[in-house]
């Protein structure tokens, strides 16, 4: 599990005065920078192996500006070359939002998939959580 | 169906120089515009009355800089509070996103979903398309 | 001069239902590639030659959702290496706000700055207005 | 002096991989929140008192994804019923860019500037930094 504080920018909030459907995708891919680290150590962009193929996000409750959010990050799922990471948004206690992201291990050159190495599988691992 | 034109942002690409998936959803969201007006034909903010439920994106193919991209929206669901809109992205004859996105009428002030009108449903009828 | 047409996104809109000055930003960057063309007609990333070194934006009345916002772009100075770039931002007739860009004529690779081409100061004189 | 410490998020980096011109203008938002409750200590969007009207920023340096950017903000002028906030982002020892905020204190109700109160005064002082 990754465990991620985000603090809501004023801009995050909408006309309707809670958090924009919006910003939660942008919150949910800063709280990933820990979970690339797997694939990518020094984060580089020239080594970058990723590519996000699906996502899939449940609104359970409203978020607001001036508190923070815990974004809580897990694997789910492992296949030949894709993942499924979860990603949770918690604010005051509250679960507000659920979503599953699917990524494919890539190569860039060759615009192909790759499958996931042993190292990757066994650290991908220490963060599975069974749904 | 609503077509919208969306043209990419120079920071709408990131480090792998296509479009970044958090991009894309802006984009969806720019392209409800019309579809929102059959909710609040001047969308006027006081008059709010959807809140989006659940999304789903598929990623299809890479978008990238410097050309248009076009967003077609339809109806594929119409529920009894809540209705799912279909919205894809074409970029040069290709399809490279398709999102599902289910939103509630809903009133903000009761924090209630609402019935759909005969009114909402009869509009929302003309862009539906059967999947 | 440049004209571009910006359709307000809901979540451009923050908490005081008006446009954020952020949003305001983004759209600048949008409204910049007609002009960006001049220095990179195809708009290739592989070839890109400007560096922003500095803006400047007056908000000067507030912008709000459900209106189209058009950006008007000249360019009012142009040096050795810089040049800048006024953009304005009207809403129903009304100047919302101005904003000037320096940017810089930049090789990426020797991360150098580069004197503006006769070619690039007659495309960008086409533009000028004297202010 | 406010400090804020903001992880680059993926897509904040843009085609040239450095972070977008845009992207630190979010990052100064963010971290404006405690300088916000100078005037707003719950961040309250109902008492909300505090409108942009001027912002300059200089980017000194390029800024890369996957190190931490730290925002330093302190106050540089008051005035009768308005302020300068100047924000510094720093990455990897080096100063990046350099930015200053000019707001009002102002009554969105009337839409009109409101005089400093002492006590704003006072806290704003405890912020001041000659420069």
């Known amino acids: 599990m ?7 920018r004023f801009g995050d909030v909408d006309g309707l005065r809670h958090i924009n459907n919006v910003s939660l995708i942008e919150w949910y891919e ?4 820990e979970f690339f680290q797997i694939f990518n150590p020094e984060l580089s962009l020239d080594a970058w192996n990723l590519i ?3 996502m899939e996000v449940d609104y359970l409750g409203q978020m607001y500006f001036g508190k923070p ?17 979860r990603q949770e948004a918690w604010q ?3 679960l507000c939002a659920r979503g599953d ?3 494919i291990h890539f190569d860039f050159k060759s ?5 996931l190495t042993q ?3 066994g650290k991908l691992q220490e963060h599975f959580v069974e749904v």
Chains 1, 2, 3, 4 share one sequence.
């Open 30 to 33: 800063t709280a990933r920078n």
């Open 52 to 54: 996000m193929v699906h």
């Open 111 to 115: 615009q192909k998939p790759v499958a």
């Open 101 to 103: 992201f699917v990524m």
């Open 2 to 8: 990754f465990n991620t504080i985000i603090t809501p």
């Open 92 to 94: 005051g206690g509250e």
């Open 69 to 85: 959010v815990e974004i809580k990050s897990c694997i789910i799922k492992i296949g030949n070359s894709s993942l499924t990471l």
């Open 119 to 121: 190292e990757q599988r």
